[in-house]
C-alpha cells in the first residue's frame, strides 16, 4: 500500500503525475473525444458527500476533479449505495468576507455556479477543470452586486515572499496584502484578488507548477485556503485547523497532495493535511515544547513527500509521517559543536542528494544535516527520522536570509542584497548583486519558456556543473521587488512600496490623483483611474501622518510625526513656503478652508493651529496665525465650514473630552486664537468623529458618531442636540467619516470607518445585541458574539436608525488609519498602517439602495429590531404600556367619556420607556421630548406635543443602549470606585456608593436617592392600586441600611439592587425577593 491509500494495482492505473499535466491530459482527452469537459464539482470542508452524483460521472470516471488535476487516485471513492436518481452538483461555496445589510439573512455566503444549458449540465465545464494560466485576466470584469468591492491594491506584506505565477514573458506575481492574496499582471496592469480571509494572512505557499495557492492567517477564527491560481477559486477552505492563535507556517509537498502547517500558539502544533480528502481533521499531527523556539519555516523534501523540516531562530526539526503518526527528530547543534559561532536559523532545504538537509544561518554558515530515515514509512508503525550535523561551511560574512534548492544548484540570499548560486558541494558558480537591493526576503525564478530545451535554460560556469539561468523575482524586506535578468546580471525594479505603517492617503479635488503618506517618509501620488504613479518625494526627517489637497488642487498640505507642516505644490511636490513647526507632537489633523485661504492642525498634544495665506512682496504665501492647547484629551475632528450668513470659513474641533469648539477666525490675530463657542455635547458616550450634514430641510445640522455607536444631529448655531439616532454597528463604533460626493442633489450617502478590532457581541446581519453578563433592556434580542474586523462602510442619508440603510465589508484586518473618497465620489480609499496597504474600493450605490428597499418600508425595519418583531410578545407589551399612558393621561378613574387617540403625551415618554427596560438619564430625557417637541418647529413654527406610537418605536430604538448594560461595565466601574476587602473582592462602601450617588453625575437629593432604593428593593409601601404611589420617607434610612450590605460587590449592585439577572451568579448567597 502507497502512503496516500493506494494500491500498486490502482497505481498502475492511475500514474502519479504532476496537477497541471494531469488537468491538460484530461482536457485534452475529452477534446479529442469530441466532447465538452463534463460539470464536475469540487469537494469542500463544508460540502462533505452529495446524497446523488451527476449523470455525467460515469462508472468507470473519477469522482473528483480535484484529486483528477492532482493526480491522484479516486478508485476508492465510489458512489453510495443506494444513491437515487442523479441530481445537480453542489456549488463550490465562495469565502465571504463581506458583511451585509439583514436583508439576507444571517450567515448566507455567496456562490459561484457555472450552469449548463440543461439541467444535466451537459455542454458545461467547471470553472477550475476548465482553467488555464492567464484566464483570470480574460474575461471582461463584471459590475460587483455589492455596494463596495476592492477595485484595487498598494502595498504588500514584504516579510512575506513574492512568487512568480507564469513565464517570464507574461510577469504575472503573487504576493499578499494585508488578508487579500494579489495576483498582479505587471505588464498589463491588471489585479486579480483571492479574498477569503477575515485576518492577516500570515503565511503562503505555491506549488512547484505555480497551480495551488495554500495561504493562512492568525487570529480568532483562522482559516487554511487554497486557491487555483488558474481560475480564482478557493478549491478548499479548512476551519479551525489551530484554533489556538492560527498558522505561523505552511508548506504544500513537491506533488501539492499534501500540505503541512505549523500553529502560532504558545505550543506549537505540527499537523500534515490530505487537503484533496473531504475532511476536518489532519492525517497527523504532533505538539512541540515550546524550548524547541517558535517555528516560523517549513518546508517538504521534494524527493520525498514523507519527509519535511521546520525551523525557529534556535532549533530545526525534522519530520517523518505516515498515516500512524507524526515523528520528528530534534538534532543537537551548539558553538561547542563544531567550535564555532553557528548563528540564529533562517531557512532549511533538503539537499538533491536526498541524503541531506542544509539550513542557513545569521553568521553566514550553511549546517549540513545528515539524514538517516526509512524511504518508505509504514503506516502501521511509527518510525523517526535520524539526523545529525556533520559540517558547519562557513559561507560569507553576510547573514543569510533565503535558502533555496532550484534543480541542480543550491541558492542564497542575504542581507546585502547578494543572491548567490552553488553547486551541490557549495562551490560558488555565479553571484548577483546591486547597491539599491536591500535584505533579501525571496526568491522565484519564472518557469522554463514552453518549448525551450535544457540546454537553453542552463550554461556552464565552472568545470561541467550547470547552473539555472532562468531569470528569477527578488523581494526584499524593504518592500522592493527587482526583476533580474541572469544573463545581463540586470536588476529591474519592478514594485516599490512602502516599508513602513501607511498613515495617511487623501484625494484630488479635481482630477483622478490620489497622494498616500507612510511612516518612513514616502509620499506617493497616484492616477487612480489608471493605476499609474505619477510623482514621489522622500522626507527623511520624519514620518507622515496626514496629508489633505486644498479645495482649488493646487496645494497638497502634509502633517509629520515630529510636529512640521510642509506645504507642497500638487503636481511637483516641492515646497511652496518654508517648513511650519509649531506643533509639540505629532501633527494628527490637517484641512483648508473652503476658500484656501486657511489652514488647521491638530497634534496629540490637544492643540489647534491655525496658518493664513497672506499677501507679502506682492506674492500670496503662507504665515502662522496662532495656536491654541484648546482641549485637554485627545481631539478626533477639526473641521472647516462656511458662515450662514456669510461666505466666511468657520473653524470647529472636537475632542475626546466632549467638547465642541467653535474657533472665531476673523476675531483671531497674531499668536491669539480666539474661541467663539465651547460646547459639551455628550453626557456619557465619547464623541468620535464629526461631518456637515447635507441640507435636507431649512435647518443645518452637524452630525458627530460617538463609543455608543449613536449619531447625533446638532443645530448649527445654537447647538443644541437635535437628533439621536442608532448608527451602524458593525464591530467597532466609527472612527471616521465623510459625506460621499454625488451628482444627484436629492441623494446623499456617508462613507465610514471602525478602526478596533474587536468581538462583537451582534450579528450584524441579524439585528443588535447585548454582551454576555447583564440582560438588555427588554426587546433587545441576544445572537451569538461575532469575531469582527477593521471595516469600511457606507450609510444612506438622512440617517433614521434603520440598519437596512447600511453596508459594512472588512478592509485591514489590523486597523484603519484613514479614509478618503474621490472628487465624484465613485472611489473609496483606506489605509491599513501597519499593514502597509492601501485599498481602493469602487462604490456602487444602486447595490446599496436596493439593499435598503429589500429592508422594507416605514417601520418594517424598526418592528424587525425589537425582540419578536411586529407579532412579538414585548411589541404586544409596548402595545399595553403605550395605551396605558393614555389612560394615565386622561385619569385612570375618570366618568367622563374619553377621547380615543394614537398618540400620548410627551410627558409620558419617561414612564413608557421605563416601563420598556430603558432608564435613561435626565439629560437623555429633556434630549428625547425636545428631539419630538421641536422636530416640526422650523417647517411650521409649532411644537410638537404628543407622540404616535410608530414614532415612540423608532425614539425607543434610536436612544436606548445599543448592546444592552454589560456586566463587565459594572465591574469595571467597582475596579475603578472599590477597593479589596478581606477576601480579595473589589467592593465599594455602601455610605460611599450612597454618597457616590448624591453627588457624582447627575446629582440627587437624599429623598429622590431613598424612593429610587425602596422602589428597587421592592419595598414600596403600594396598595396594589392603578394610580403612583405617594412616596413616605419615613423610615427610609433603617431600611436602607437593613437591606443594603456594608460592603458592595459588582454582583450584588447588580443583581440585589438592580434586580438584574447576570450570567454567573457571585460568590455570595442571596436573598430571593
Known amino acids: 500500500m502507497s502512503q496516500d491509500g493506494q494500491t500498486a494495482e490502482e497505481m498502475a492505473v492511475l500514474p502519479e503525475q504532476d496537477p497541471l499535466a494531469a488537468a491538460e491530459e484530461k482536457e485534452g482527452a475529452l477534446e479529442d473525444a469530441g466532447a465538452e469537459a463534463p460539470f464536475i464539482p469540487l469537494w469542500s470542508s463544508e460540502m462533505g458527500m452529495p446524497d446523488t452524483l451527476p449523470s455525467t460521472w460515469a462508472g468507470g470516471e473519477d469522482t473528483t476533479t480535484l484529486g483528477t488535476a492532482l493526480g491522484e487516485d479516486t478508485a476508492g471513492i465510489t458512489p453510495l449505495e443506494g444513491a437515487g436518481s442523479p441530481g445537480p452538483p453542489p456549488a463550490l461555496p465562495m469565502p465571504e468576507e463581506a458583511i451585509s445589510s439583514p436583508r439576507s439573512g444571517c450567515g448566507e455566503q455567496e456562490t459561484q455556479q457555472m450552469s449548463g444549458e440543461d439541467n444535466q449540465h451537459d455542454g458545461s465545464a467547471s470553472l477550475v477543470w476548465a482553467a488555464v494560466p492567464g484566464m483570470l485576466f480574460q474575461e471582461d470584469r463584471k459590475t460587483s452586486l455589492h455596494p463596495l468591492s476592492l477595485s484595487w491594491v498598494l502595498g504588500y506584506n514584504s516579510s512575506l515572499a513574492v512568487h512568480s505565477l507564469m513565464d517570464e514573458e507574461d510577469q504575472v506575481l503573487l504576493y499578499v496584502s494585508s488578508h487579500t492574496v494579489v495576483i498582479h499582471d505587471m505588464l498589463g496592469n491588471r489585479q486579480y484578488h483571492l479574498q477569503g480571509h477575515t485576518n492577516v494572512i500570515s503565511c503562503l505557499c505555491v506549488s512547484e507548477d505555480r497551480r495551488w495557492v495554500a495561504t493562512a492567517d492568525r487570529g480568532p477564527d483562522p482559516l487554511i485556503i487554497v486557491w487555483d491560481s488558474f481560475s480564482g477559486v478557493p478549491v478548499r477552505t479548512i476551519f479551525e485547523s489551530h484554533p489556538e492563535d492560527g498558522v505561523s507556517a505552511i508548506a504544500l509537498s513537491k506533488d501539492a497532495k499534501y500540505l503541512a502547517t505549523v500553529g502560532a500558539g504558545t505550543v506549537q502544533r505540527v499537523c500534515v493535511w490530505k487537503w484533496t480528502l473531504p475532511t476536518e481533521k489532519p492525517t497527523c499531527s504532533t505538539e512541540l515544547r515550546p524550548e524547541f523556539g517558535y517555528q516560523d519555516y517549513v518546508i517538504f523534501n521534494p524527493q520525498n513527500p514523507s519527509e519535511f523540516v521546520s525551523n525557529s531562530k534556535t532549533q530545526v526539526i525534522f519530520y517523518l509521517w505516515s498515516d500512524a503518526g507524526l515523528q520528528y527528530e530534534v538534532p543537537l547543534l551548539s558553538s561547542q559543536t563544531f567550535n564555532s559561532v553557528v548563528g540564529h536559523f533562517s531557512q532549511s532545504v533538503f539537499h538533491f542528494n536526498n541524503s541531506q538537509a542544509l539550513t542557513g544561518t545569521s553568521a553566514g554558515n550553511l549546517v549540513v544535516w545528515h539524514i538517516v530515515s526509512p524511504r518508505s514509512p509504514s503506516k502501521e508503525t511509527q518510525t523517526k527520522p535520524h539526523v545529525k550535523a556533520t559540517k558547519l561551511v562557513p559561507l560569507q560574512k553576510e547573514s543569510l536570509t533565503v535558502l533555496q534548492v532550484s534543480e541542480s544548484c543550491i541558492v542564497t540570499g542575504d542581507r546585502k542584497g547578494q543572491v548567490k548560486f552553488y553547486n551541490g558541494n557549495l562551490q560558488l558558480l555565479a553571484c548577483y548583486s546591486h547597491s539599491k537591493v536591500g535584505p533579501i526576503r525571496s526568491i522565484s525564478f519564472y518557469k522554463t519558456p ?604 447588580a443583581a440585589d439592587i438592580l434586580g438584574l439577572p447576570i450570567a454567573e451568579p457571585g460568590k455570595k448567597n442571596r436573598k430571593k425577593r
Open 450 to 1053: 514552453r518549448g525551450a530545451s535544457p540546454a537553453s535554460s542552463t550554461s556552464s560556469i565552472t568545470g561541467n556543473q550547470p547552473f539555472i539561468t532562468r531569470n528569477f523575482i527578488l523581494s526584499t524586506s524593504d518592500a522592493t521587488v527587482f526583476h533580474v535578468a541572469t544573463d545581463s546580471a540586470n536588476f529591474e525594479k519592478v514594485m516599490e512600496e512602502a516599508k513602513r505603517a501607511v498613515n495617511a492617503v487623501a484625494c484630488h479635488p479635481r482630477q483622478a490623483r490620489l497622494a498616500v503618506g507612510s511612516h518612513c517618509g514616502l509620499l506617493k501620488v497616484w492616477d487612480y483611474q489608471q493605476t499609474t504613479y505619477l510623482v514621489s518625494r522622500i522626507f527623511t526627517k520624519a514620518g507622515i501622518r496626514c496629508l489633505s489637497y486644498d479645495p482649488e488642487g493646487y496645494f497638497l498640505a502634509a502633517g509629520f510625526t515630529d510636529g512640521s507642516v510642509y506645504i507642497l505644490d500638487a503636481i511637483s511636490l516641492q515646497s511652496s513656503c518654508k517648513e511650519f513647526k509649531f506643533s509639540h507632537g505629532p501633527v494628527t489633523h490637517i484641512s483648508f478652508s473652503h476658500d484656501s485661504e486657511y489652514l488647521a492642525t491638530a497634534d496629540e498634544k490637544y492643540s489647534v493651529i491655525v496658518y493664513k495665506r497672506v499677501l507679502q512682496d506682492g506674492s500670496r504665501c503662507w504665515e502662522h496665525l496662532a495656536g491654541l492647547h484648546s482641549h485637554y484629551k485627545p481631539i478626533r475632528s477639526i473641521l472647516f465650514g462656511v458662515q450662514l450668513d456669510s461666505n466666511e470659513p468657520r473653524l470647529l474641533s472636537l475632542g475626546e473630552d466632549r467638547q465642541l469648539v467653535e474657533y472665531d477666525l476673523n476675531s483671531s490675530s497674531k499668536d491669539h486664537l480666539v474661541v467663539l463657542h465651547k460646547d459639551r455635547v455628550e453626557q456619557i458616550a465619547v464623541p468620535l468623529c464629526l461631518a456637515w450634514y447635507p441640507q435636507f430641510s431649512t435647518e443645518s445640522f452637524i452630525l458627530t458618531a460617538n463609543s455608543s455607536y449613536k449619531m447625533k444631529l446638532y443645530n448649527t448655531t445654537t447647538k443644541m442636540c437635535r437628533k439621536t439616532l442608532l448608527g451602524p454597528t458593525y464591530g467597532s463604533p466609527l472612527e471616521k467619516m465623510q459625506i460621499l460626493p454625488t451628482t444627484d442633489p436629492q441623494k446623499h450617502y456617508l462613507a465610514y470607518i471602525t478602526k478596533d478590532k474587536v468581538w462583537s457581541p451582534v450579528c450584524p446581519i441579524c439585528t443588535r445585541a447585548p454582551l454576555m453578563g447583564v440582560v438588555p433592556p427588554r426587546g433587545t434580542p441576544s445572537p451569538p458574539r461575532l469575531p469582527l474586523s477593521l471595516q469600511v462602510g457606507l450609510q444612506i442619508l438622512p440617517v433614521d436608525g434603520n440598519p437596512h440603510k447600511s453596508s459594512a465589508f472588512i478592509c485591514h484586518p489590523d486597523g484603519v488609519s484613514d479614509l478618503a473618497s474621490s472628487y465624484d465620489g465613485r472611489y473609496i480609499f483606506t489605509v491599513g498602517g501597519n499593514d502597509c496597504t492601501l485599498m481602493k474600493w469602487e462604490v456602487n450605490l444602486n447595490a446599496l439602495d436596493a439593499a435598503a428597499s429589500l429592508g422594507g418600508e416605514d417601520l418594517i425595519p424598526f418592528y424587525n429590531l425589537l425582540d419578536g418583531g411586529r407579532e412579538g410578545e414585548f411589541f404586544r407589551e409596548l402595545e399595553d404600556y403605550f395605551y396605558y399612558a393614555q389612560l394615565r393621561s386622561c385619569g385612570v378613574d375618570t366618568l367622563e367619556t374619553r377621547q380615543v387617540s394614537t398618540h400620548i403625551p410627551l410627558e409620558e415618554i419617561p414612564s413608557v420607556m421605563r416601563a420598556m427596560g430603558f432608564y435613561p438619564s435626565e439629560e437623555k430625557i429633556e434630549d428625547m421630548i425636545n428631539e419630538v417637541k421641536f422636530g416640526e418647529y422650523v417647517d411650521t413654527g409649532e411644537q410638537v406635543t404628543k407622540i404616535s406610537l410608530g414614532d415612540f418605536i423608532k425614539l425607543y430604538i434610536n436612544h436606548r443602549p445599543a448592546f444592552g448594560l454589560s456586566m463587565k461595565k459594572i465591574q469595571r466601574a467597582f475596579q475603578v470606585l472599590g477597593y479589596d476587602n478581606e477576601n480579595g473582592d473589589k467592593v465599594i462602601d455602601r455610605g460611599d456608593l450612597l454618597l457616590l450617588l448624591q453627588c457624582r453625575g447627575e446629582h440627587m437629593t437624599e429623598d429622590e436617592l431613598a424612593q429610587c432604593l425602596i422602589t428597587l428593593m421592592g419595598r414600596h409601601p403600594g396598595g396594589g392600586g392603578s394610580e403612583p404611589d405617594t412616596y413616605d420617607p419615613s423610615g427610609a434610612a433603617a431600611l436602607t441600611e437593613a437591606e443594603i450590605p456594608e460592603e458592595i460587590t459588582a454582583e450584588i449592585f
